[in-house]
């Protein structure tokens, strides 16, 4: 059974940085695309995807230049750093096994203040 556990949102001022992270089970993480998608009104929104060895890697528009998606194969963890917070980043994060998030974890929630 597939399983994503986010952690490491919370409050932070605009401008400030935060790092999140999913612990990944159930499934071989280690060769397996992964992504970052965010809670929009009543859908999702697709932020970033890492290849299975990291060494590729994608960016919304919205993130680009301010998120840094990474993986640790061998902690089956994934990671998204994020630096220059805005308030519009206010939103819950979530871990994925696709970009349209079907299968994701509980998420993590990230408040940015002005």
């Known amino acids: 059974e597939v399983q994503l556990v986010e952690s490491g949102g919370g409050l932070v001022q605009a401008g400030g940085s935060l790092r999140l992270s999913c612990a990944a089970s159930?499934?071989?993480?280690?060769?397996?695309?992964m992504y970052w998608v965010r809670q929009k009104g009543l859908g999702l929104e697709w932020l970033s995807s890492i290849?299975?060895?990291?060494?590729?890697?994608e960016y919304s528009r919205s993130v680009s230049g301010r998120f840094t998606i990474s993986r640790d194969n061998a902690k089956n963890t994934l990671y998204l750093q994020m630096n220059t917070l805005k308030t519009e980043d206010t939103s819950v994060y979530y871990c994925?096994?696709?970009?349209?998030?079907?299968?994701r974890g509980q998420g993590t929630q990230v408040t940015v203040s002005s």
């Open positions: 994925a096994t696709s970009p349209a998030g079907t299968k």
């Open positions: 159930g499934f071989a993480f280690s060769s397996s695309w």
């Open positions: 290849n299975a060895d990291g060494g590729t890697t």
